[in-house]
């Protein structure tokens, strides 16, 4: 039996999203004004041809092409395929991807895949007192260490851990249980981030990124989950973390400026400019398919990343006209596409949905316009694309299996947690 999304108080249809909604009277006529404009267009056109063709003389001029005006894609989605996608998803987590004895999900990866599955079941209108909600519950609860941590015991992924269960636990923290163990938590992670503490300065290029606990080296994906933990249980705007791991954010992109004067950023190509790379540590790191380095020395921009860092820069407090924002939409304006993850192929793919979804949500626009003028719904495309990718059994999974894509739980919590920014407003 399907999850019921309408018995827990998620009502999708025809609601009003802001900047994403139209009234349904506007709507209609907004249309009949549409039709009657094209049909006096149509006929006019017809006229002056059948006018020339009885013409005899040799200077007749022919009609100019009318061309009727561009129509703007509706910026609805079918909120009944929308409905049904999220129930079946919902369901194959509680029926068939949840231990019944402990609660996890993948226990192998430690607390991350549990505590994704949980935000992405609360965030789709399952109660946070649901019996299997407070069995995960517990299970994540079982990974706070002494340091505020919560973390597998040897994990390398900390920073990770921490930041994905610090915004489980918020978003069910509904009565302040959670209180002390998000504080400590948000500490922890404050801590381990690359900064003077860890012996850096403003001009290391470690300085303000995460990395995944180990202290190898900081990352855009970590940078980007540890703002996403500071941004949901601890708005904070501008403070020194959030300053310190924009500096890292900003040496990730492939953009020169008073921001990134890295050796890739100054040769980057057209095509590239604006993107984001993985890390901006030594020479920098690109996970792009085939060549991520170009001939001059560059390296290639790709969109999970360039959605990441997209998403930490709104974060963050940066506006639209900031030239960090606006390089990053005109790239994703050049490789607007939802077949693949533009760059990497189909390797990750669906955490690149689940970036996309944030990132585009954090914006505030239903419509993304390309580099030819196009304007696409990225709400209606995204649900197109979750939905006819959905398994018979309501998962997901990634052929490509890449960055634990090949575990079903992991890949749809990332498609539920997507799926939840479709039914928002726009921040």
């Known amino acids: 039996m399907e999850f019921d999304l309408r018995k827990n108080d998620v009502h999708c249809s025809d609601r009003n999203y802001g900047n994403f909604g139209f009234s349904t009277a506007f709507r209609f006529a907004t249309l009949s004004v549409a039709i009657v404009f094209t049909a006096t267009v149509l006929t006019a056109a017809a006229s002056a041809q059948t006018h020339l063709k009885d013409s005899n003389s040799a200077t007749a001029v022919k009609p100019a092409v009318v061309k009727p005006a561009a129509v703007e894609p509706s910026v609805e989605i079918d909120n009944a395929r929308y409905r049904q996608t999220v129930s079946r998803g919902v369901t194959f987590l509680f029926e068939k991807g949840q231990d019944t004895q402990d609660g996890s999900f993948s226990k192998q990866l430690g607390p991350a895949v549990t505590a994704m599955c949980v935000s992405a079941l609360l965030k789709n209108g399952v109660p946070v007192n649901h019996e299997k909600v407070q069995l995960a519950l517990k299970y994540v609860e079982g990974f706070v ?252 999974i990634n052929p490509a299996d890449r960055w634990y894509e090949g575990d079903p739980n992991l890949v749809t919590s990332y498609s539920l947690l997507a799926l939840s920014y479709l039914d928002e407003e726009p921040e």
């Open 145 to 396: 260490r002494p340091n505020g941590g919560i973390y597998a015991p040897d994990s390398n992924l900390r920073n990770y851990e921490t930041s994905v269960s610090v915004m489980c636990l918020h978003q069910a923290n509904n009565d302040g249980r959670y209180d002390q163990t998000i504080e400590n938590a948000i500490a922890y992670v404050k801590g381990i981030q690359w900064d003077e503490g860890e012996g850096h300065l403003t001009s290391s290029r470690h300085y303000g990124g995460q990395g995944y606990g180990k202290h190898k080296r900081p990352d855009a994906s970590n940078t980007s989950f540890f703002l996403d933990a500071l941004k949901e249980a601890q708005p904070e705007g501008n403070s020194k973390a959030i300053r310190n791991a924009v500096v890292f954010m900003s040496r990730c992109q492939n953009l020169p400026s008073q921001y990134n004067d890295a050796q890739f950023a100054r040769v980057v190509g057209d095509d590239d400019l604006g993107g984001m790379v993985y890390s901006a540590v030594g020479t920098g790191e690109s996970k792009a398919e085939n060549k991520p380095d170009t001939p001059v020395g560059g390296l290639r921009s790709y969109a999970s990343m360039t959605y990441a860092g997209l998403k930490s820069f709104l974060y963050a407090g940066l506006d639209k006209e900031d030239i960090r924002v606006k390089a990053a939409m005109d790239w994703i304006g050049r490789h607007y596409d939802l077949s693949s993850n533009p760059g990497v192929g189909q390797q990750g793919l669906f955490y690149y949905y689940h970036v996309f979804a944030k990132a585009l949500h954090a914006y505030g626009q239903p419509l993304v316009v390309d580099s030819d003028g196009t304007s696409h719904n990225w709400r209606a495309d995204l649900l197109e694309q979750l939905s006819d990718k959905q398994q018979a059994d309501g998962s997901w």
